[in-house]
Nanobody, 125 residues
Framework: VQLQASGGGLVQAGGSLRLSCAAS????????MGWFRQAPGKEREFVAA????????YYADAVKGRFTIPRDNAKNTVYLQMHSLKPEDTAVYYC???????????????????WGQGTQVTVSS
């Protein structure tokens, strides 16, 4: 599966932004999806993930209550809706797909086989 992330940009602290990740092919619904981010000089970190059906979601503590990760299997797209953005949310955001059913692994980069190209999010103070 090929992933194309979009929607990044510059936003003021407290603002909102929605990222999109469009997947090619007819197998999107067979993958759990995740969003990760990487700030300059830091390791890539988990942000959020969603199960194949969209019923179950997973969030990093740093974004819980501010971000949501809906998906639309009919459109082969997963989103990252971000509210109450903070300067520390500034990073390149990546979407990723995993065929793994080990939900405990969704918080690490290890099970994700496919990655989008990344989209820059900059939050100004």
């Amino acid at each position: 599966v090929q992933l194309q992330a979009s929607g990044g940009g510059l936003v003021q602290a407290g603002g909102s932004l929605r990222l999109s990740c469009a997947a090619s092919g007819h197998t999107f619904r067979t993958y759990a999806m995740g969003w990760f981010r990487q700030a300059p000089g830091k390791e890539r970190e988990f942000v959020a993930a969603i199960s194949r059906s969209g019923v179950t979601t997973y969030y990093a503590d740093a974004v819980k209550g501010r971000f949501t990760i809906p998906r639309d299997n009919a459109k082969n797209t997963v989103y990252l809706q971000m509210h109450s953005l903070k300067p520390e949310d500034t990073a390149v955001y990546y979407c990723a797909a995993t065929p793994s059913y080990d939900t405990g692994s969704y918080y690490s980069i290890t099970p994700y086989n496919y990655w989008g190209q990344g989209t820059q999010v900059t939050v100004s103070s």
